[in-house]
Each structure stands twice: as C-alpha cells, then as structure tokens.
C-alpha cells in the first residue's frame, strides 16, 4: 500500500531530536486512519570530531562548546527536562554524559536492515536521556541493542568492524548537507517538505495532512449530462 514517507536525521546525543520525535510521533498517532506514515531514521553527528571512547559530562560539554557558565547549562538541562516531561518522556537532568554517537548511527543501520529500527532508535534515546548507565560504554551498547531485538552476535561484529555500514552513515550526512540541514531534527516528508526542530504536534499534524492529501488527492466528481444513471443500492432506474 501507498505510504507517505518521512525521512528523519537526528542524533542520539541531541536532546531536542528526542523530545521532537515524540512530538511527531503524537502527530501520527492524531493521524491513524487518515495518513500512513513510513518513517526512515537518517544518520546525523552533532559532534563528529570526537574520538570513540572520549566522553564527558553534559554541562562541562555544554560550557565548552558554547561558552556558557556551569548554571546557565544546568539551567538549561532543567528547562529541557520539563519539556520532555511534558511529552511523557523520562529526562535525567543531572549526571549524563557526552560522547561519539558513529557506532550508535552503524547499529541504528543494522537495525534497519532486521526491521528492528524504531525498536532500536528508541531503546539509544532512552538509554542515553533516562538511564543512569552511560549509552557511550561499549558493554552498555551491546546490551542496549539486544534488548531492542538485535542478535548479540551481530552488534559485536558491526562494533568490531569500523568499515560496516560507515558509507551508509556518511551517505546520510552528505544528503543532508544536500539538503542544507546545518542542525537536527530535521524531518523530510514525501521528499517535498523539510521541517527543522521540535516543532508543536500540530505543526507536524498539518504537514503531514498536506502532503498526505497531495499524494491522494480528493477524486471531484462529474455527474455528466442528465439521463447518465447509474445502479445504486435501491436498483437502478428505468
């Protein structure tokens, strides 16, 4: 059957991808029965320049990179942990770390290919944003993705082979950069509309009502000349 097909880049460690994909996915939910929805996660790295293996506090991260103070970033994590909440969504404020995602975007590719992919994506973003545990340890990883529904044995090997399913990832990044995606989320529908951010449910609700009644549209009807009938329910006139 016809889907509408919507095209995803975020970042595991992109606290706004996770609070954005549950605001979509609430548009969707609003939509079941009206619009069929194919979603397709596509590989953005929010801090590719960072060694596998290298991590660090949130806020320490946070002041870094952008110059903050230590309480403007904390403040900052508690603002993001009342958003998520407000989307039912668990947020560790305090004590989360930062590291590389690349292994999490190759499983995430796995996972596509076993049709495991919603199970896992989510599984990355709960375990990096609710649990205590650190998603950038690689035991953490292989625990992670086997809880999800990925064979241990598989995860290991894609872990140990940094070849596997990197040009599936830089391919994401290049089409995004394509595209002029400079930041995550950013949501293509039906390859017609890029949404950038965690915009309200609503937004994306329109959006995707849009392309959806674009992609199928409404048939006008045409009654044509008097004496053309047609057999109804009750029999066709004579």
């Given at each position: 059957m016809e889907k509408l097909r919507v095209d995803i880049w975020s970042d595991i460690a992109c606290p706004w991808c996770y609070v954005g994909k549950a605001r979509f996915d609430k548009a969707v939910q609003q939509l079941d029965g009206k619009v069929d929805v194919e979603i397709r996660h596509r590989s953005f790295e929010l801090d590719p320049h960072?060694?596998?293996?290298?991590?660090?506090?949130?806020?320490?991260?946070?002041?870094?990179?952008?110059?903050?103070?230590?309480a403007q970033a904390?403040?900052?994590?508690?603002?993001?942990?009342?958003?998520?909440?407000?989307?039912?969504?668990?947020?560790?404020t305090e004590g989360r770390d930062h590291g590389n995602t690349f292994d999490l975007h190759r499983l995430l590719h796995l996972a596509s290919e076993r049709g495991l992919e919603a199970e896992v994506w989510q599984a990355f973003y709960i375990a990096?944003?609710?649990?205590?545990?650190?998603?950038?340890?690689?035991?953490?990883?292989?625990?992670?993705?086997?809880?999800?529904?990925?064979?241990?044995?598989?995860?290991?090997?894609?872990?140990?082979?940094?070849?596997?399913?990197?040009?599936?990832?830089r391919a994401d990044q290049a089409e995004a950069a394509a595209l002029g995606a400079t930041g995550v989320p950013f949501f293509v529908v039906d390859e017609?509309?890029?949404?950038?951010?965690?915009?309200?449910?609503?937004?994306?609700?329109?959006?995707?009502?849009?392309?959806?009644?674009?992609?199928?549209?409404a048939i006008t009807t045409i009654t044509g000349a008097e004496g053309a009938e047609a057999c109804g329910p009750d029999g066709c006139p004579v």
């Open positions: 960072r060694e596998p293996g290298d991590t660090a506090p949130v806020v320490d991260m946070l002041v870094k990179k952008y110059g903050m103070s230590p904390q403040a900052g994590e508690y603002r993001l942990g009342d958003l998520a909440k407000a989307e039912g969504l668990e947020y560790r990096n944003f609710a649990d205590e545990a650190s998603i950038f340890e690689r035991e953490r990883v292989i625990e992670v993705s086997v809880a999800a529904g990925l064979d241990k044995d598989e995860v290991v090997a894609v872990l140990d082979d940094p070849e596997a399913y990197r040009e599936a990832v017609k509309y890029g949404v950038s951010g965690a915009q309200p449910t609503e937004l994306f609700a329109e959006v995707l009502e849009k392309a959806w009644g674009e992609k199928r549209p």
